[in-house]
């Protein structure tokens, strides 16, 4: 029953067999250099978008007056 | 049906075609071995986003939570497009001859690259994808150490740069160097730290201290004179019960820490290619979170937090000679380690008035090298890796000297990148109001009524905290507290 399916050249064939390509393939290298990019892009955009929510937040606090030292008037 | 086919289908096989079951059934066994072991190392993850989120005030979970999530996301790619190339290549230092390099293990440098055939779906490897993937759960371990010490005033985006550095760069150099079969420490110095000790948890913990020197004390977290107060955990229940899933992950950690030869007597050896049994590092890590509780609970007279911690510790101070330590020797250390982690981590909050919420440089960072010179004291004279060089005192400072520049440098030094930029630390005013409404605009726990937050003074009373937290605020006029040192009025 099992040696009815080509196993042995069925895996051969395919034995380093990728999307768009085997491994050390032009398809696997481009594929890595878009990945490695993208990780570096969303790197940027943490630290940009988080710096915009704290920013805007302390503004907002320091705008409230809620955080500023009482009069101690006169 | 099918066990009556597979006895005639072997009757039929050659003695060629046996041997060639037999080792995909190896295969398919190691595959399957390291798979459950990543399994089991994810609840890891699981229990220090609980630690550390119960750790936290109520104003900072999801901030704290969101870390220990984010870690995935940024250690991951980082470890798959260079960490992994790393542990490889750099075995003897830097690459020889590329993918060429000369290391114990011929070839591996060049299955480590991203576009190697190992890394994708192979049909004639089984085992170079699980094995990544096991080291990536130790990136992951090693990245969210330092957390839990920075946790309520540090930017989210500086930890995930910082916790990508550690996890895919730092960490994994001095595995190269000194946790793998070709390493120069190992078959140079005959270097021994067996289940990570300083590898891991010695080389995360001092990371962790060069980024608190640059990050400061939380706002309010020390008086003018330089006394220290305590803020209330939210939940201490979820945190201990975090480090309870911890310990359940130590096991995976543990065992994916072996190497499996099923054909091959004795069936299991070390990660530098010595022999040992799985059932001997699982009763000493057993015994040294029974040593280490009991070492915390003496030495912290009681504090629950301690006393947790202290089997951490405990676990931590043996790993490095779990393969070869007796179950006696492994208890006595232990207890030894649960204290060591209570007096170092006093000493830091009080005296180097570092503030360091989870005391992850004392327990990961001063117990795992404390583990590593114990191997050389307790386990000297012991033959390791492929050259099988004696493990020795002297082996075993040699590698503590790599590892703590290697550490501390990077640590402190892009922390203070970052802080020159104002990217390290979260703004004064949204500190005291608390990370989770800057970030994600909401309270989590909003059935729940908002009441005064308790800070406990150095005499140990429980105050109202917003007085404190706001004098200190003003007494800094918006700025982040000075890293050593009580805020000045």
Known sequence: MFDAFPYDAWSEEIADFWTFGGGGSTGTWILTALGFSVMLIAFVWFVIMENGKLERQAQALRASGALDRPSTGA | ?489
């Not at chain 2, 500086?158 to 793998?180: E, H, N, Q, R």
């Not at chain 2, 003496?298 to 070869?324: E, K, Y």
């Open chain 2, 1 to 489: 049906m099918l066990s009556s086919l597979v006895p005639s289908l072997l009757a039929q096989a050659s003695p060629e075609e046996l041997e060639e079951r037999i080792s995909l059934d190896s295969q398919i066994l190691t595959e399957q071995f390291y798979f459950w072991t990543v399994v089991i190392m994810w609840l890891i993850h699981v229990g220090f986003m609980a630690y550390e989120g119960g750790a936290a005030r109520r104003k900072n979970i999801m901030s704290t939570a969101m870390k220990n999530i984010l870690v995935i996301a940024v250690v991951t790619p980082t470890f798959y497009y260079f960490g992994w190339y790393i542990y490889g290549c750099f075995q003897e230092g830097w690459p020889k001859s590329g993918h060429a390099s000369p290391d114990a293990l011929e070839g591996f440098c060049g299955l480590t690259a991203p576009w190697s055939a190992a890394m994708g779906p192979n049909l004639q490897d089984h085992v170079s994808a699980v094995f990544f993937l096991a080291f990536l759960l130790f990136s992951w371990t090693t990245g969210s150490i330092m957390s839990g010490a920075v946790i309520e005033r540090i930017r989210l985006s500086a930890f995930l740069i910082l916790t990508a550095t550690l996890g895919s760069a730092v960490w994994i150099l001095d595995a190269a160097w000194g946790w793998s079969s070709g390493g120069w420490l190992t078959t140079r110095f005959g270097f021994h730290d067996a289940i990570a000790s300083g590898v891991v948890h010695g080389v995360a913990g001092l990371f962790a201290l060069g980024v608190l020197i640059n990050l400061g004390p939380r706002i309010g977290k020390y008086t003018a004179e330089g006394m220290t107060r305590t803020f209330r955990p939210h939940n201490t229940h979820l945190t201990l019960m975090g480090l309870m899933l911890i310990f359940t992950g130590f096991y995976g950690f543990y065992a994916a820490c072996l190497v499996i030869q099923s054909t091959a007597f004795p069936g299991w050896l070390n990660i530098y290619g010595s022999p040992t049994t799985l059932g001997a590092i699982a009763f000493v890590i057993t015994i040294g979170f029974a040593g280490g509780f009991t070492g915390g609970w003496f030495a912290s007279n009681g504090n629950p937090f301690w006393t947790v911690s202290g089997g951490l510790a405990g676990v931590i101070a043996v790993s490095a000679g779990a393969d070869v330590y007796h179950p006696s020797l492994a208890y006595l250390l232990s207890i030894s380690g649960g204290m060591v982690a209570v007096w170092s981590g006093t000493y830091i909050e009080k005296k180097l008035r570092l503030d360091d919420a989870v005391g992850a440089v004392a327990v990961h960072g001063v117990c795992g090298f404390y583990g590593v010179l114990l191997v050389g004291i307790f386990a000297g004279g012991y033959p390791t890796g492929i050259n099988n060089v004696e493990s020795s005192l002297g082996g075993q400072l040699m590698g503590i000297l790599a590892f703590i520049p290697l550490a501390f440098l990077p640590g402190y030094g892009i922390s203070w990148v970052l802080k020159k930029f104002n990217l390290l630390r979260v703004p004064a005013e949204v500190e005291l109001e608390g990370l989770d409404m800057a970030e994600f605009g909401m309270d989590f726990y909003p059935e729940f009524e908002r009441v005064p937050e308790i800070v406990v003074e150095p005499d140990g009373r429980e105050v109202d905290g917003a007085p404190i937290l706001l004098d200190s605020y003003w007494a800094t006029n918006g700025r982040a507290p000075a890293p050593t040192a009580g805020e000045r009025s």
